[in-house]
């Protein structure tokens, strides 16, 4: 019978050793991952907060979808031939009124008015005799955990020197939470011009 002379293996501490350092590297590959989705998340809400805003504005420009099939059509300040600004100062103001040209005599008092209630751009309008049940959100929308708002939304007079209002200045401004109480914002200004028709 042949004798072994040594044998080959790990000891207890090696093996106590080599789970220790496994189990360091696999926390730290933990917060490497939770680090990268938290960011992550924030610059898919980065993004959207600047989607969402634009296409607010070319909401208010093009227009608010009305009617369907035949009878859609967008109202919206391009499509409009008169502007009223609502509130003390009539030149500039959070909530306007447009008035889209009378094509007969059901629509001569149509109107679409948009305007901003403290957290939502929102709109409603009278077309004929369509009017929505109540008034519209166009930006942010009204779901649950929507940490979006917008700060500010406000309409002015941009051709100044002249009587009738042609082109109107638009800015907004909103925000989202990121987190611990930080917050992205992005801020708008742009000109719209009526169609004056």
């Not at 040594?6 to 991952?33: K, R, W, Y």
């Not at 709109?123 to 009017?131: C, K, P």
Request: aromatic share 10%.
């Amino acid at each position: 019978m042949q004798r072994l002379k040594s044998q080959a293996g790990f000891t207890i501490t090696e093996l106590i050793a080599v789970i220790s350092l496994s189990g360091i590297m696999m926390a730290a590959a933990a917060m490497g991952f939770g680090t990268f989705f938290t960011k992550f998340e924030e610059m898919n809400r980065k993004t959207e907060l600047q989607r969402g805003a634009f296409n607010c504005l070319q909401k208010i420009k093009n227009g608010i979808q009305i009617g369907s099939g035949t009878n859609l059509k967008f109202q919206g300040i391009a499509t409009s031939d008169s502007i009223a600004f609502v509130g003390t100062n009539a030149g500039a103001s959070s909530k306007i009124i447009l008035y889209p040209p009378a094509s007969d005599y059901t629509h001569q008092n149509d109107f679409i008015s948009i305007y901003h209630d403290g957290k939502f751009v929102r709109a409603t309008y009278l077309d004929g005799t369509l009017q929505p049940p109540a008034p519209l959100y166009l930006y942010p929308g009204n779901t649950r955990g929507n940490e979006t708002e917008v700060t500010r939304l406000r309409f002015s007079k941009a051709n100044t020197a002249e009587p009738i209002t042609k082109v109107v200045w638009v800015e907004l401004e909103a925000r989202v939470k990121l987190k611990e109480n930080r917050y992205m914002t992005v801020s708008y200004t742009t000109r719209m011009a009526l169609s004056m028709k």
